[in-house]
């Protein structure tokens, strides 16, 4: 088999499709995922591990990783096609069944209002300052959001960005800023070192692909601290999880320090959710949580659990509650109600509010 041409057809069908991702494992048929649902590929060939692996090997074009994965039977990479005209990061692992690959295809940059995203996004992205997290769960658009951001930036003002990703997902034509991406294993040891040394790198502008560990969150905080903008994602559902998520990874004699750092240095948290359109496609609904007085007081004081009011209460400080925009979307004729309540975390009030 030509893996190369294989590849090469299997990226063209997710494309034609509008798929997200491709999933590739030895033993049954290559599926592509679009609009949320798995669909396999039964006209091609059921893969062995010898195929499996000759994919890899020609999406990792580096003998040497090659052979690191064959010895830990796990990597993570990127993958750019014919020239950069498609994008797409990447996971080979091995499962009972054998050897598996799977492949997040990576869409162009789009601005927020492509990406139907509230302008209040790019008000934050102005900011010469603080900390801004996008969650939710994996393949919920995190990435991309945030790359309309760094890109919002790049169009309008003279910064020195730094990126710090594992692998480099979007690329970056530098316009009016000058922009660095840094791949963790290739360009820098781990996150926590590359954000530790862009202390001394005269930057403005900090984006963090994930927060692992205590060491990456603490060294955020303190960069946005110092005059820094520093965004970043966590697999989290809502606001009030990320803080406390956060404020948990830290010792116990750690956590009022982290508290009142968080408090002061927070901009806001974006949680989104990409719902099936009935048009065909998906579109965001979303929670955004924006600091101020009274969230960094129920930050200091342990009372995280009072967030989602605040939220619910602060519409007219631009704070967006996930169900108000659920509805929205319904009253749009852009989800189905059904929709509304699978993706709603909390489908009782969800119900008060039809």
Known sequence: ???????????????????????????????????????????????????????????????EKFNQFLNTLEVDFSYSYNNGEQRLRGNGFMAQNGFSIALRLIPHVRTLEELNLPPILGTLARKKQGFFLVVGPVGQGKSTTLAAMISMINEERAEHIVTIEDPIEYVYEAKRSIIDQRAVGINTKDFHSALRSAFREDVNVIMVGEMREPETISTAVTAAET??????TLHTNNAAQTIDRIIDSFPAEQQGQIRVQLSNSLLGIFSQRLIPRISGGQIPAYELLINNNAVANLIREKRTHEIDIVIETGYEQGMVDMNRSLIELVQKGEITVEDAYLHSLNPKALERLM
């Open 227 to 232: 005059g820094h903008l520093v965004f970043s």
């Open 1 to 63: 088999m030509d893996y190369t041409q294989e590849l090469n057809e299997l990226i063209l069908t997710a494309v034609r499709e509008n798929g997200s991702d491709i999933h590739i494992g030895a033993g049954r048929h290559p599926a592509i995922r679009v609009t949320g649902q798995l669909i396999f590929l039964v006209t091609r060939k059921v893969y062995d591990n010898n195929d499996v692996l000759g994919l890899l090997k020609v999406l990792l074009k580096d003998e």
